[in-house]
């Protein structure tokens, strides 16, 4: 009260509301304070509870500080001391069971060295062998103890490789036994004499003389597995058994096996007999090669191998052993050696191959019953079976081989060429249906049509033949090549056809690169052979024109389609004896103007040394044509004969024209010898047109020698301005209409006349009315 008065007292302004609110929030402090002092007294019990509890704790914290210390200083002392011991006592066992070890596998290594000896004395090679591999892998297993070596295992070592080599040898002592080879002296081991002379022996032992006479053949060549040196001395066999036996009965067709059984050894010997054909067939070559292997089964080989030799594991025999050797190399000179051979030439003999394939089949067969094989298909059998693509291989290697020896052989030896030549080939079969119903076509249009012709002009039969010339032999051998070749790919398989066909191309390639580059001295120097290489390119592509059409529907269909077709080479070839020929041409021009650059320029013919040499100058050329008229004589056709020498003689008569016309000064009597020079040009020239042997049938190109020479007019026209006077000469002009003006210019003839007359009033009214 005394509170709520002095509040109210402080306050002054307090209304009753203010009064009856604050009263309010005043008794409600009053039940706050109440709850606090209950709690309090029932938090007290707790407070005091965990002071004990502290207190409690506080005991035990130095309770444990003492066990603490007593531990460092007592029994962590005495726990030192024992895991010390226990280390040492580890280390201790340790070392004990190391030694030990060692120990036992030092015993394990003496057993072994010991049971070795009783094998090896008994002759129970297989168990000698793996005694001593024990022996070898408790070696081994000891000198892998690193950080415990001992000298002893030097010893060791030497011991077991002693006794490894003395086992060794006694087994190739054995072996040497089981398979004797009796060789000649001779180093060429592998010829047909030293083979007749050859021998192996396989020694053979009978069960009961099992234990006296020696080991099987099991025995040995089981311990030589085990002691690794199978393969070696499997090896060696093969490549003796490839060398003396195998080989030369693939190679030599006369050599025959024969065999001879006794008591206690199987002999292996060889015979010569006169063979019935030159190569052995592969049916004989596979019975010889199998009798060989049947006695080395029978013999020798038949033996498992109980040790696994390789990681193939047990369960291996020697024969597989053996095959695996030999078999690549065997294989390939069977193939190399026999069935390359027995491919067949002409696909007429196809059919027949089937024996040698089945032939082979067996062969294989017969192998894998040995199992010398194994079950896949070898490289023999697949090349036996691929007869078609060998066949065309083969073919077409023998096409190219024979088109290059044609190509390489001599070009003089010539034959005659006439527009009815033709190459020798067998009638070609008949198109097919659908080339006869276009035949039949064409042939209804042009019975049709013929009245329309009859009454026309026809061409001639040979309008589109080659003219007669002479080609070398071996150049139409090879175009009756190409047509037998091609021929030959008619009736032949789609694949062989294609690469028979391209072989033949092929041909031709190979004469286009061959030919100029192997005779190119002799084209170069001989105008003859020149003349023939020119006949020779151009007969080829004569005939390259039509060939593809020729067989164009008889080949396989994939070059039916415009592939089979030898036009695109045509244009190489006439342009290959178009240069050769031309190169020679040009050398010839060479040689005549270098022979009349002798003739002192045709100038001062009054001095006789002057006109001795310009007359030796035109008989040397004179006698050059004639040599060569008479080189090409036969040769080359008649109209590329008569422009080869028309040409060249033009060549001549064109230089003489030229070195008179540059005259300044001609006398009367270099007019005179100057004619007479010009005379024999006229009257020999014509002589060296002889392209026929029969001389009254080349009266008719020597007459028309005008027509091949191009300057013959001009030169007869400057023969006559040599003898003719002013008027003559202006006459011959006839005001730029005559013959004169038709081969002289204006300019040439007023040379001439101011070179040959004297400056008087009449040269100068000539010299006016040429213009």
Request: aromatic share 6%; proline share 4%.
């Amino acid at each position: 009260g005394s509170l709520v008065a002095a509040v109210l007292a402080h306050s002054g302004r307090l209304d009753k509301e203010d009064l009856g609110t604050r009263i309010g929030r005043l008794s409600r402090r009053g039940e706050v304070c109440a709850m606090i002092n209950k709690k309090y007294n029932e938090f007290l019990p707790s407070v005091q509870s965990a002071e004990e509890l502290v207190s409690q704790v506080e005991g035990l914290c130095s309770n444990i500080d003492l066990l603490k210390a007593g531990i460092e200083t007592e029994v962590q002392r005495d726990l030192n001391v024992a895991v010390a011991e226990f280390t040492e006592l580890k280390q201790q066992l340790e070392r004990d069971t190391l030694v030990l070890s060692i120990l036992k596998k030092l015993q394990e290594f003496d057993i072994a060295i010991k049971e070795y000896n009783t094998a090896l004395l008994e002759k129970k090679y297989v168990a000698a062998a793996q005694h001593l591999e024990t022996a070898r892998s408790s070696l081994r297993l000891l000198e892998s103890r690193k950080g415990f070596e001992l000298n002893i295992l030097k010893a060791l070592s030497t011991e077991l490789t002693v006794q490894t080599q003395n086992m060794l040898y006694r087994l190739g002592e054995e072996w040497q036994k089981l398979a004797v080879w009796k060789l000649p002296p001779s180093k060429e081991s592998s010829s047909l004499e030293s083979v007749v002379h050859s021998e192996l022996h396989l020694h053979t032992v009978s069960s009961k003389e099992e234990e006296i006479a020696g080991p099987p053949v099991a025995s040995v060549l089981q311990a030589f597995a085990v002691l690794g040196e199978l393969h070696t001395k499997l090896k060696i066999f093969g490549q003796l058994l490839l060398k003396h036996i195998l080989k030369p009965l693939i190679l030599y067709p006369s050599l025959q096996p024969c065999t001879e059984e006794q008591s206690d050894v199987f002999i292996l010997r060889f015979k010569s007999e006169e063979p019935s054909l030159d190569q052995s067939s592969p049916m004989e070559v596979f019975d010889k090669i199998k009798l060989i292997f049947e006695v080395l089964h029978r013999y020798l080989l038949n033996v498992p191998l109980e040790q696994p030799v390789t990681d193939k594991g047990c369960g291996v025999t020697l024969a597989e052993l053996l095959g695996d050797m030999i078999w690549e190399e065997l294989s390939d000179c069977l193939i190399q050696n026999c069935l390359v051979n027995s491919i067949p030439t002409s696909s007429s003999k196809l059919e027949q191959y089937i024996e040698v394939i089945k032939s082979t089949e067996e062969f294989e067969e017969a192998l894998k019953n040995m199992q010398f094989l194994k079950g896949d298909t070898t490289d023999l059998l697949k090349y036996a079976r691929n007869v078609n693509c060998h066949f065309a291989n083969k073919k077409c290697q023998d096409v190219i081989v024979a088109a290059r020896n044609l190509m390489t052989s001599e070009i003089h030896n010539t034959v005659k060429i006439t527009p009815d030549s033709c190459v020798a080939l067998p009638r070609l079969p008949d198109p097919g249906a659908g080339d006869q119903s276009k035949t039949s076509k064409a042939s209804e249009l042009l019975h049709n049509d013929v009245v329309n012709l009859e009454n026309r002009t026809k061409l001639s039969q040979y309008t589109f033949s080659l003219p007669t010339c002479r080609i070398s032999s071996s150049v139409e051998k090879l175009m009756e090549l190409a047509y037998q070749t091609l021929l030959e790919a008619t009736s032949s398989t789609d694949q062989c056809c294609i690469q028979l066909f391209y072989s033949v191309r092929n041909i031709f390639q190979l004469f286009y690169d061959v030919v100029p580059m192997y005779h190119k001295e002799n084209l170069q120097k001989l105008p003859q052979l020149a003349a023939i290489h020119h006949n020779n390119c151009m007969y080829i592509a004569h005939h390259l024109l039509t060939l593809g059409h020729q067989f164009r529907y008889r080949l396989t269909n994939v070059l039916c389609d415009g592939a089979a077709t030898f036009v695109d080479m045509v244009p190489g070839f006439r342009r290959l004896g178009m240069e050769c020929f031309l190169a020679q041409m040009r050398v010839q021009k060479g040689e005549i103007l270098e022979r009349l650059s002798s003739a002192r320029n045709f100038s001062n013919m009054d001095d006789e040394e002057n006109y001795c040499a310009a007359n030796k100058a035109i008989r040397q050329v004179l006698h050059q044509l004639k040599r060569l008229g008479k080189v090409w004589q036969d040769v080359l056709p008649v109209n590329v004969y008569c422009k080869a020498m028309g040409t060249l003689l033009n060549t001549a008569l064109t230089e003489i024209v030229t070195r008179i016309a540059a005259l300044e000064d001609i006398s009367a009597e270099d007019a005179d010898r100057l004619y007479s020079l010009c005379r024999t040009m006229v009257e020999e020239g014509p002589q060296v047109f002889t392209p026929l042997p029969e001389e009254d049938k080349n009266k008719k190109y020597q007459e028309e020698v005008p027509v091949y020479v191009q300057k013959w007019m001009t030169f007869k026209e400057l023969m006559i301005i040599l003898q003719a006077n002013l008027q003559e000469i202006v006459d011959q002009w006839a005001d730029g209409k005559g013959p004169l003006a038709a081969e002289f210019s204006a300019a040439e003839v007023k040379s001439l006349i101011r070179a040959l007359f004297q400056n008087t009033e009449r040269r100068a009214a000539a010299l006016a009315k040429i213009k």
